[in-house]
């Protein structure tokens, strides 16, 4: 019998020959290199290219601002992972990708943005977006209704949703998030970071823009900083936001983008052995006698179970925060005693991380103070467990 609270199957639908997209992206679409019949790309490295006698760029690459062919393949695959029709569009940065969807916006205009994102995110939408002319409301977007509330109609033109959203793993729906911004005429843009397009597929869903912090499980070795956006159609705006990318330079580099479609090729079985991982860390510390409350979607009495299981596949994500007995001492006390975990930023590595996380976002976070944050990697899950378990109890002087 199926279980009832497994998130559903992806149905993979429309991809290129039909195949599906863990099959297109371990090999990369498939290509090969026409010269030497490589099964890998070479790695792109000109910042120039040769002009045809007529004057133009047959080849379509003129300058590697933005014409880079190694960039431009691990966007295809990036493009075809979240069955993108206006493509994908690789940053330098989460942040650069971010930014350039707000930066495409006019002044005057309104957003609605989620109270729990990315704290560096919602920083830079309290102190620049203003100055760019931007007004701004922040609600819970997990709330529906409040969702529907906060939008202005004609004056909305964005609303900007993260789900799970950073770090307390809330879920919102994001069909309802897009009929409410299209009932509105706004677009809907998702940070689809904790998700990861193998879990979810916010275009499928009604949303305009995805968007990844690629330096997370995208990549999922800890060494490359990435940014992504997807895009449902290549409108005015769309072609406003590439032209951002161009202008300002926020570009990746060819090697980073080497390493990126690397790692593309393994997400599909990273993305499912962290997510399996994280569901079992969570049911594990679930009823542990030092963890008042375990946070992640996959846990049938967590508050956005429900829409997760209807809009997640194949998983809930790596991330889960837990909150610790003894307030804030006692959850950096616990952090202070793994010695498996590494005490880290960052998540979505093959290398579990766990952080104090209300310490990074300061004031004016929804983060509790005796919240530590968990991404969970691809190491044995007793491992994890026991090395949490050891930490939970030295804390509390057992
Ligand atoms: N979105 C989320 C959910 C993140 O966790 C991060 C980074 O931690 C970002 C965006 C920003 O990405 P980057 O650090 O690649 O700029």
Redesign the pocket.
């Known amino acids: 019998m199926s279980d009832p609270n497994a998130p559903q199957r992806d149905p993979d639908t429309g991809t290129p020959g039909g195949f599906s997209r863990r099959s297109l992206a371990a090999q990369a679409m498939g290509r090969i290199e026409p010269e030497t019949r490589a099964v890998v790309m070479p790695l792109h490295v000109s910042t120039t290219f040769i002009r045809d006698p007529d004057n133009g760029y047959a080849s379509g690459y003129c300058y590697a601002r933005p014409d880079n062919a190694t960039v431009r393949e691990a966007e295809s695959v990036l493009a075809m992972l979240e069955g993108a029709e206006a493509g994908a569009l690789l940053f330098g ?3 650069a990708a ?1 930014t350039a969807v707000f930066g495409a916006l006019e002044p005057g205009d309104h957003v609605v943005a989620g109270t729990v994102m ?1 704290w ?2 919602k920083r830079w939408l309290r102190e620049e977006a203003p100055r760019r002319g931007l007004t701004l409301t922040f609600v819970d977007t997990d709330d529906t209704e409040a969702l529907r509330a906060a939008i202005e109609p004609g004056r909305t033109k964005l609303v900007w949703i ?1 789900t799970p959203g ?1 770090p307390l793993w809330t879920v919102t729906d994001i069909a309802a998030a897009a009929e409410i911004a299209h009932a509105a005429g706004a677009r809907l843009a998702v ?1 689809s ?2 998700a990861s397009p193998v879990h979810t597929r916010p275009l499928a869903l009604g949303a305009d823009i995805v968007m990844h ?4 499980i995208l990549n999922g070795h800890s060494d490359v ?3 992504v956006l997807a895009g449902a159609k290549a409108d005015a705006f769309w072609e406003r936001i590439r032209g951002i990318r161009a202008g300002s330079g926020g570009i990746l580099g060819p090697f980073e983008a080497y390493l990126l479609m690397r790692s593309l090729r393994t997400l599909h079985l990273r993305a499912a052995a962290q997510s399996a991982g994280a569901l079992r860390l969570a049911e594990r510390l679930n009823g542990h006698p030092h963890v008042t409350h375990v946070l992640y979607p996959g846990l049938a009495d967590d508050p956005g179970h429900a829409v997760a299981r209807r809009q997640m596949r194949g998983g809930f994500g790596f991330m889960l925060s837990i909150r610790v007995a003894g307030g804030e001492a006692g959850a950096i006390a616990t952090a202070a005693r793994v010695r498996l975990w590494k005490r880290a930023t ?2 979505g590595g093959v290398e579990s991380l766990i952080e104090h996380r209300a310490s990074v976002e300061g004031p004016g976070s929804p983060c509790p103070p005796d919240l530590l944050r968990l991404s969970t990697g691809i190491e044995d899950t007793d491992d994890l467990f026991g090395d949490l378990d050891q930490a939970l109890r030295g804390a509390h002087g057992d």
């Open positions: 940065s989460g942040m971010a990315y560096a995110l993260e950073n940070d970071t904790a912090s690629g330096t997370k900083v990435a940014g960052s998540l």
